[in-house]
């Protein structure tokens, strides 16, 4: 599927992902995580497909049962207690916290998830390669070698696989001796990788002065009317976590503040900001469909 989102200016996606995973991770309360988790959720099924509800269902859901069971164990703080074992007890607030835990640590992986698919390398040299040169190169390059990394181990591992004639390591002393020669040639290849990135970026002309820069990005009116909308959305958030009218308590009972305009308007604004790449692809798909119906 066409990712929209992507089409927008690199500053414009940088600049959300920063608000949604930035309050996501300040902001430990049951509605802004709600609103957090199920657009992440949404939007990383958009741009990964199955990849990602795969993700989700067999390595994010056990994670966050994992969390909501282990942290009453061994958090012993609230007034609720719901049952006493041999040594301590569990209270309603340490599981009730451990589950808000686990949906913040989902929702920021899946945020991240779609970052990596969304801002490109090319995007994030874009935004800081004058600013901080050298940081985003390194970063950069740490992000592409990654990937490329576990492309190559597994091709390496294919060829020692077929060399053997199909035959895989059995024992324990076939396997680790299997590892140390794909760790072997995998750090060879790195090296001669490197030689090979390093006389690329010199005859591209990497660290002159004189060098000149080109880019494809372009700030147009749809980019600003996108900014000026997220900076209004992300004022009020702010304003209603500054203010009070959002906080959350825990411990030793679950407390939260007083319902007002202010609260309503900043959920309102972080599901406006959250669920802004959902608008556009569905924005998308139903101008698609009604320009095939006039076919």
Same mark, same amino acid.
């Given at each position: 599927?066409?990712?929209?989102?992507?089409? /927008?200016?690199?500053?414009?996606?940088?600049?959300?992902?920063?608000?949604?995973?930035?309050?996501?991770?300040?902001?430990?309360?049951?509605?802004?995580?709600?609103?957090?988790?199920?657009?992440?959720?949404?939007?990383? #099924?958009?741009?990964?497909?199955?990849?990602?509800?795969?993700?989700?269902?067999?390595?994010?859901?056990?994670?966050?049962?994992?969390?909501?069971?282990?942290? !009453? =164990?061994?958090?012993?703080?609230? +007034?609720?207690?719901?049952?006493?074992?041999?040594?301590? *007890?569990?209270?309603?607030?340490?599981?009730? *916290?451990?589950? =808000?835990?686990?949906?913040?640590?989902?929702?920021?992986?899946? @945020?991240?998830?779609?970052?990596?698919?969304?801002?490109?390398?090319?995007?994030?040299?874009?935004?800081?390669?004058?600013?901080?040169?050298?940081?985003? =190169?390194?970063?950069?390059?740490?992000?592409?070698?990654? !990937?490329?990394?576990?492309?190559?181990?597994?091709?390496?591992?294919?060829?020692? &696989?077929?060399?053997?004639?199909?035959?895989?390591?059995?024992?324990?002393?076939?396997?680790?001796?299997?590892? %140390?020669? %794909?760790?072997?040639?995998?750090?060879?290849?790195? =090296?001669?990788?490197?030689?090979?990135?390093?006389?690329?970026?010199?005859?591209?002309? $990497?660290?002159? &002065?004189?060098?000149?820069?080109?880019?494809?990005?372009?700030?147009?009116?749809?980019?600003?009317?996108?900014?000026?909308?997220?900076?209004?959305?992300?004022?009020?958030?702010?304003?209603?976590?500054?203010?009070?009218?959002?906080?959350?308590? /825990?411990?030793?009972? #679950?407390?939260? +503040? &007083?319902?007002?305009?202010?609260?309503?308007?900043? $959920?309102?604004?972080?599901?406006?900001?959250? *669920?802004?790449?959902?608008?556009?692809?569905?924005?998308?798909?139903?101008? @698609?469909?009604?320009?095939?119906?006039?076919?």
């Amino acid at each position: 599927m066409r990712n929209t989102f992507a089409t /927008y200016h690199p500053i414009i996606e940088f600049g959300f992902f920063c608000v949604v995973i930035g309050i996501g991770m300040f902001m430990i309360h049951p509605v802004f995580l709600a609103i957090g988790a199920s657009a992440a959720f949404i939007f990383a #099924i958009l741009t990964g497909g199955r990849g990602s509800l795969k993700f989700t269902l067999c390595f994010l859901l056990p994670m966050i049962i994992l969390i909501t069971v282990i942290n !009453p =164990l061994v958090n012993h703080q609230g +007034a609720t207690i719901l049952f006493h074992m041999r040594y301590s *007890y569990v209270t309603a607030e340490a599981a009730i *916290y451990g589950l =808000l835990m686990g949906m913040m640590l989902a929702a920021i992986m899946l @945020w991240f998830s779609s970052y990596n698919k969304v801002m490109t390398s090319d995007k994030f040299t874009y935004l800081f390669g004058r600013i901080m040169p050298s940081i985003s =190169l390194i970063f950069t390059m740490v992000m592409r070698f990654i !990937p490329n990394y576990k492309i190559q181990i597994k091709r390496i591992a294919d060829a020692q &696989k077929a060399a053997g004639g199909g035959r895989e390591a059995e024992t324990l002393k076939e396997k680790i001796h299997s590892g %140390i020669k %794909i760790i072997s040639i995998m750090f060879t290849w790195a =090296l001669e990788n490197s030689i090979d990135s390093a006389d690329s970026m010199r005859s591209r002309g $990497y660290g002159l &002065k004189n060098r000149s820069r080109f880019s494809i990005y372009r700030f147009d009116r749809r980019d600003g009317m996108a900014a000026l909308f997220l900076a209004v959305m992300t004022i009020i958030v702010l304003a209603g976590c500054i203010s009070g009218a959002c906080h959350a308590e /825990y411990f030793p009972e #679950i407390a939260f +503040a &007083k319902a007002t305009a202010l609260q309503t308007a900043s $959920y309102i604004a972080f599901a406006c900001i959250c *669920y802004f790449p959902v608008f556009i692809e569905v924005k998308e798909v139903l101008v @698609w469909k009604h320009l095939e119906s006039k076919i």
